[in-house]
């Protein structure tokens, strides 16, 4: 019994040495090859942004290995429907592998609530816009009274990450599982394509193919905070899910939102060409108009 459970220790360590090693050279050559970066050490394309000159500002947050791009295309155009737009990038995103790896969730809620306090300063009202993990981020802010937020519009928020690609086990099981007997692996490259239905927009979507195991860490644990606290929201809350969303759960975020029964309204459509990515995907003209007239509800 003993000379195999030594036998299994020893072929799953070696296997994750391997994986580690492995992993690290993709990694330097990703970063050799494909990645392009500013003389700060930010990833191009990670950049923060803003455009747009109302009196409601629309605080963008984005996803998982991703950053402020997630909202080139809604940005503009919400801009042009009065609302000022400020895209945030999270710390950590965009920024070499040793900082990213260093990346806390107390970090980017810090950096949100100092965000929402320094648009309010001048600007009548703030909105929270969050996609994928950002929409998670968000409804974590909005449920905080003291940060005084305004509305909330989620875009296929992470508010239970889907099991479609995952077998046997839910996500959340395998990482929880895998967690506890990894040794050596600190990053791990994306398993699958970005989960985007228009080819040219999936030919050049900008993300992160390597992230640290930590930061997976933070994104279950966010998932965990939200879970069966919608009727703590108190402000609208905007939905638009992806039906055959690979990433989130779809039902899932149509439940919670339908749970937030304490709040002054809501409302959820759906993009039935989108994958993951609605901001970029087909659909996303249609929810900046749907997006703009909730704002603009009076």
Same mark, same amino acid.
């Given at each position: !019994? %003993?000379?195999?459970?030594?036998?299994?220790?020893?072929?799953?360590?070696?296997?994750? &040495?391997?994986?580690?090693?492995?992993?690290?050279?993709?990694?330097?050559?990703?970063?050799?090859?494909?990645?392009?970066?500013?003389?700060?050490?930010?990833?191009?394309?990670?950049?923060? &942004?803003?455009?747009?000159?109302?009196?409601?500002? #629309? #605080? !963008?947050?984005?996803? &998982?290995?991703?950053? =402020?791009?997630?909202?080139?295309? @809604? *940005?503009?155009?919400?801009?042009?429907?009065?609302?000022?737009?400020?895209? @945030?990038? #999270?710390?950590?995103?965009?920024?070499? !592998?040793?900082?990213?790896?260093?990346?806390?969730?107390?970090?980017?809620?810090?950096?949100?609530?100092?965000?929402?306090?320094?648009?309010?300063?001048?600007?009548?009202?703030?909105?929270?816009?969050?996609?994928? !993990?950002?929409?998670?981020?968000?409804?974590?802010? *909005? %449920?905080?009274?003291?940060?005084?937020?305004?509305?909330?519009?989620?875009? *296929?928020?992470?508010?239970?990450?889907?099991?479609?690609?995952?077998?046997?086990?839910?996500?959340?099981?395998?990482?929880?599982?895998?967690?506890?007997?990894?040794?050596?692996?600190?990053?791990?490259?994306?398993?699958? =394509?970005?989960?985007?239905?228009?080819?040219?927009?999936?030919?050049?979507?900008?993300?992160?193919?390597?992230? =640290?195991?930590?930061?997976?860490?933070?994104?279950?644990? %966010?998932?965990?905070?939200?879970?069966?606290?919608?009727?703590?929201?108190?402000?609208?809350? &905007? #939905?638009?899910?992806?039906?055959?969303?690979?990433?989130?759960?779809?039902?899932?975020?149509?439940?919670?939102?339908?749970? *937030?029964?304490?709040?002054?309204?809501?409302?959820?459509?759906?993009?039935?060409?989108?994958?993951?990515?609605?901001?970029?995907?087909?659909?996303?003209?249609?929810?900046?108009?749907?997006?703009?007239?909730?704002?603009?509800?009076?």
């Amino acid at each position: !019994m %003993l000379i195999a459970v030594a036998a299994f220790v020893v072929l799953v360590g070696g296997a994750d &040495f391997t994986y580690d090693r492995v992993v690290h050279a993709r990694h330097d050559r990703w970063e050799r090859t494909v990645v392009k970066r500013h003389a700060d050490g930010l990833r191009v394309g990670y950049e923060d &942004f803003s455009c747009g000159t109302g009196r409601v500002v #629309l #605080l !963008m947050i984005h996803g &998982f290995a991703a950053g =402020p791009v997630t909202f080139g295309r @809604m *940005a503009p155009e919400l801009a042009k429907r009065g609302f000022a737009c400020h895209a @945030m990038r #999270l710390p950590g995103f965009g920024r070499p !592998m040793e900082e990213y790896k260093k990346a806390t969730r107390e970090q980017w809620q810090a950096a949100i609530r100092d965000e929402i306090s320094s648009l309010r300063k001048d600007h009548d009202q703030v909105w929270l816009v969050g996609h994928s !993990m950002g929409g998670t981020l968000a409804t974590l802010a *909005a %449920l905080d009274p003291s940060n005084k937020v305004d509305g909330l519009v989620l875009l *296929a928020p992470l508010i239970e990450v889907n099991s479609k690609r995952s077998p046997a086990f839910s996500p959340r099981t395998w990482f929880k599982i895998t967690d506890h007997i990894v040794i050596f692996t600190d990053i791990t490259q994306m398993a699958f =394509p970005v989960d985007v239905h228009d080819p040219e927009v999936r030919a050049n979507v900008v993300r992160d193919e390597f992230v =640290p195991r930590s930061v997976y860490r933070q994104l279950f644990s %966010l998932t965990d905070s939200v879970a069966g606290r919608a009727s703590g929201l108190r402000v609208p809350v &905007f #939905l638009a899910y992806a039906e055959s969303d690979l990433v989130a759960n779809p039902q899932a975020a149509c439940k919670f939102v339908e749970a *937030a029964t304490n709040a002054p309204r809501s409302e959820i459509i759906c993009q039935a060409n989108s994958g993951h990515v609605v901001t970029w995907d087909y659909g996303w003209e249609l929810t900046v108009e749907k997006v703009a007239a909730f704002i603009n509800h009076p």
